[in-house]
């Protein structure tokens, strides 16, 4: 069965730190490009970061210096690690498999990230 299954998320207070993880089953997410994906309440879908099968990797502005995607290709695993958590980081957050085109063929069902003030 092909699958992301993500995990990591909970509530935190402003300045902490998570991690969040997305384990892949029936895909090699080694070779496939994989991004994090957030939407908070009331709005759209915000990709935030995403590495290539190349381990490039890229960021929205709005995470820059504080999220960090990686990637264990020995335990089929995307990672993000969330430092100094803000209210705005609070969103569902997806791993999604990326494109070519820059789009999204294959989501997760989200794991939810809570951050008070």
């Known amino acids: 069965q092909v699958q992301l299954v993500e995990s990591g998320g909970g509530m935190m207070q402003s300045g902490g730190s998570l991690r969040l993880s997305c384990v892949a089953s029936?895909?090699?997410?080694?070779?496939?490009?994989m991004s994090w994906v957030r939407q908070a309440p009331g709005k759209g879908p915000e990709s935030v970061s995403s590495?290539?099968?190349?381990?490039?990797?890229y960021y929205a502005e709005s995470v820059k210096g504080h999220f960090t995607i990686s990637r264990d290709n020995d335990r089929n695993t995307l990672y993000q690690q969330m430092n100094s958590l803000k209210p705005e980081d609070t969103a569902l957050h997806y791993c999604?498999?990326?494109?070519?085109?820059?789009?999204?063929?294959?989501w997760g069902r989200g794991t939810q990230v809570t951050v008070s003030s």
């Open positions: 999604a498999r990326t494109t070519k085109w820059g789009d999204f063929d294959l």
């Open positions: 029936g895909v090699t997410a080694s070779s496939d490009d």
């Open positions: 590495t290539t099968s190349g381990d490039n990797r």
